[in-house]
């Protein structure tokens, strides 16, 4: 066992460092990293909380915070709490095979290993090699997001492999590859931030979902810059008040609207940086036509936020740009839409505009939420891309692949389908009827998951990979026990760029095995062509050879430079120092200029066929994370101090549509659409519009928020529309009573139908 393990934290981007040691070592390892002096927001650092109910099994190890310049020593209550699930009573620790009677029972791996061969053999033999599908992760290693997509191309011959990363960061990464010619959530350092003077903070909460982020913005709010988009009066939001900044508290789905209104407001009235604009961009002229009907006072009539609010900040941002500095950085909240690319490409636009982006002291970001959400996106577990970002589709990308594997390129299939398309296929006749999950639980975590959990239950054969009985694993036919964070060694990408390593503190259960095992013994039996490994850094070492060349070019970084400390910000090419911050001589695109891109609302659909009740009237429903729960709360859930203080989904309503339903604080209630119905208790705030209400979206069952969000998808980026339901909210009694009232309307209209025939 290593003691005083240096890694980083398992859940979100920010990657925050941390030292595990066994409970002996804790005292001297917590003197031995004391963090550095910093500010924050009160609650933005907690310790752990004490325990209620039954006492959990102590940890096998102990965290401490590291001192790193992304968290500075700080952690959230989900990092001081990540070691109790090491040692949880409901982990998995050896195969289990789903009977007919529906009970998971252990079987030996060579069982498992037997059983899903024979599986995906007879699966492609009836229904051809796209019948067998993968879904894999953003928490994955690079090395093991790596060779997923080798393994579901060569060992099982598919090209129907996405993953969960197409919930997050895929509108995004699609604007920035158009804009930039090239991906990298913040091309900067984090610590950039820390000089600005306006921060513009589009759709994203990270007082909650990253609490250590908040000291990087405590010199933009001390400047009175900080900017905070978001319907809701968010924890984030909240951080403007007493002179910190503005908050902008738009209508669910206007956020591209309100960016179009603040490009007028700077183009017109003179604040763009002009000779940025000729000299490093293209397509300006579009843009500037397209920004013209959006002037302030139409844009207030679209989106509820004052005119003199949009001009306001317009300013704020350009006198920003030339004063400590200006930054844009947006979230889900303006990219979980049908529209999410060209709103993020509205956002870029604006960077543009006032000369952001290449600058040494201003820029535009995207903030990656998962842990390994940059990297997992990067090497090859998406339906369209091949290893260092490369385009599956190129010649030049597929010759490069074929060479590093060693196989005939005509082996590599060709682009497969994104995640929302490859989960609508479950089942289906020419669709998926074999599946790999890796790292997700999409019956929680999916859009109409409802229809989901039907297509997962359709399935001829579902395996899946995970520590936990997931709400996905629960539908397994076979569920494969895979090592945790601390019993594996890897590489993770954070939100800057930065290739960070994972260090093993201590050995798994028996029983359990990590992906890469799985993997290689799988390759084996399959007589798959090229070589696979269980060994990290023999992968690592051949994912630098495939990456190497490619946008995403890892190949001058190993794990001995890693191990020493060093910086390691990609591109990285073999002979360089890296590159922390992007774009400061040239974009990526052939020109060496960022594009503009002209956007444009989208008429959004209204109407709907279900019927809501007689008294009730139709709302918004937008989702988003709460600062205990991670995700599908598959983790989190399972953490008593953190479901102890967060135990249940609760609806944000605002206190008059609450009234106008006889809806008291804390009331059950019943928020229903045409996919499905969820119930919960209502938590009566004005911190969200009227015509609004949030939920948040880590709970399973009846409590889960993606029974009512819709599989729509952005055409560019495959991306679901998460933030923008059409719901309707009672009381569960009243909707209880109006089901019983409608069914009884149906057997007597029945009846009549009957009788006049």
């Known amino acids: 066992m290593t003691i005083g393990a240096a890694t980083h934290c398992p859940y979100c981007a920010l990657q925050c460092a941390m030292t595990l040691t066994t409970p002996a070592d804790a005292t001297a390892a917590a003197a031995a990293a004391a963090p550095a002096p910093q500010t924050l927001v009160p609650a933005a650092q907690p310790g752990p909380e004490p325990v209620t109910g039954p006492v959990p099994p102590a940890p096998l190890l102990e965290v401490s915070g590291r001192d790193f310049p992304t968290n500075r020593g700080g952690l959230c209550r989900k990092g001081w709490t990540s070691a109790s699930l090491l040692s949880h009573p409901g982990r998995v620790t050896e195969p289990l095979l789903k009977g007919p009677d529906g009970v998971h029972r252990p079987v030996s791996w060579d069982d498992a290993l037997k059983l899903i061969t024979a599986a995906v053999k007879e699966t492609r033999a009836r229904h051809g090699a796209d019948a067998v599908g993968v879904f894999g992760g953003g928490g994955l290693t690079n090395e093991k997001a790596y060779q997923l997509g080798k393994f579901a191309r060569l060992a099982l011959g598919t090209s129907r492999i996405d993953y969960n ?449 007689a008294s009730a009237k139709p709302m918004t429903l937008i989702t988003g994370r709460l600062m205990e729960h991670y995700q599908s709360g598959a983790q989190t859930r399972r953490v008593s101090e953190l479901m102890s203080s967060q135990p249940e989904a609760r609806l944000q309503i605002h206190p008059a549509a609450a009234t106008a339903q006889g809806i008291t604080d804390g009331a059950l209630v019943s928020v229903s659409n045409e996919r499905g119905t969820v119930e919960c208790r209502a938590e009566v705030s004005t911190a969200i519009r009227p015509e609004t209400v949030f939920l948040p979206f880590h709970f399973p069952e009846l409590e889960s928020a993606n029974r009512l969000t819709e599989a729509a998808t952005d055409p560019i980026s495959g991306m679901p529309e998460f933030k923008n339901s059409r719901v309707w909210v009672q009381l569960a009694a009243t909707a209880a009573e109006e089901k019983v009232l409608q069914a009884g309307a149906r057997k007597t209209s029945a009846r009549q139908t009957q009788e006049a025939s």
């Not at 399935?459 to 026990?481: G, I, Q, W």
């Open 165 to 613: 990363g197409r919930f997050c960061m895929s509108s995004a990464a699609a604007a920035g590859m158009r804009a930039f010619g090239l991906d990298r959530g913040l091309p900067f350092p984090l610590e950039d931030l820390d000089g600005a003077s306006t921060i513009m903070m589009l759709g994203s909460n990270v007082a909650e979902t990253m609490p250590p982020f908040m000291q990087h913005l405590q010199g933009a709010r001390n400047a009175g810059g900080l900017i905070v988009v978001d319907p809701r009066r968010s924890a984030t939001a909240a951080f403007t008040s007493d002179g910190g900044g503005i908050h902008l508290q738009p209508l669910p789905g206007t956020d591209l609207t309100l960016l179009l209104g603040l490009s007028h407001v700077v183009i017109h009235e003179g604040l763009a940086d002009t000779g940025f604009v000729q000299a490093r961009t293209s397509g300006f002229e579009s843009v500037a036509r397209s920004v013209n009907a959006f002037w302030p006072e139409r844009v207030q009539s679209l989106t509820g936020v004052p005119a003199e609010l949009i001009r306001e900040t317009a300013h704020r941002l350009a006198d920003g740009a030339t004063k400590g500095g200006t930054y844009i950085l947006t979230g889900r909240g303006v990219e979980q839409h049908v529209d999410g690319t060209d709103t993020a490409t509205a956002a870029i636009n604006l960077g543009l505009l006032l000369g952001l982006p290449g600058s040494v002291r201003s820029g535009y970001g995207t903030l990656t939420g998962q842990g390994n959400g940059q990297g997992g996106r990067e090497h090859g577990q998406k339906a369209d891309q091949l290893p260092g970002y490369r385009k599956i589709t190129e010649p030049a990308a597929r010759a490069h692949m074929a060479k590093v594997w060693g196989v005939p390129e005509s082996l590599i299939p060709g682009p497969g389908i994104p995640a929302v398309e490859l989960l609508k296929s479950m089942g289906q006749p020419d669709g998926v009827r074999c599946l790999f999950v890796h790292g997700a639980n999409v019956a929680v975590s999916a859009p109409d998951a409802g229809a989901v959990i039907e297509g997962l239950r359709s399935l001829d054969f579902l395996v899946v990979c995970d520590f936990f009985m997931s709400e996905t694993a629960a539908e397994a036919d076979l569920v494969l026990p895979v090592t945790q964070w601390a019993e594996e060694e890897g590489t993770l990408t954070n939100l800057e760029g930065r290739v960070l390593r994972r260090r093993r503190a201590l050995a798994p259960p028996p029983g359990v095995r990590t992906e890469l095992w799985i993997m290689t013994r799988l390759a084996e039996a399959l007589d798959a062509p090229s070589t696979f490994s269980e060994d990290p850094e023999t992968v690592f070492e051949e994912l630098r050879l495939a990456s190497s060349g490619g946008l995403a070019d890892y190949s001058g970084i190993d794990y001995a430079m890693l191990d020493r400390g060093e910086a390691a910000y990609w591109p990285y090419p073999a002979g360089s120092t890296g590159t922390p911050r992007l774009f400061l001589d040239s974009f990526a695109h052939s020109d060496g200029r960022a594009a503009f891109t002209a956007v444009a609302p989208r008429r959004r659909r209204t109407s709907s066929s279900f019927a809501g009740g």
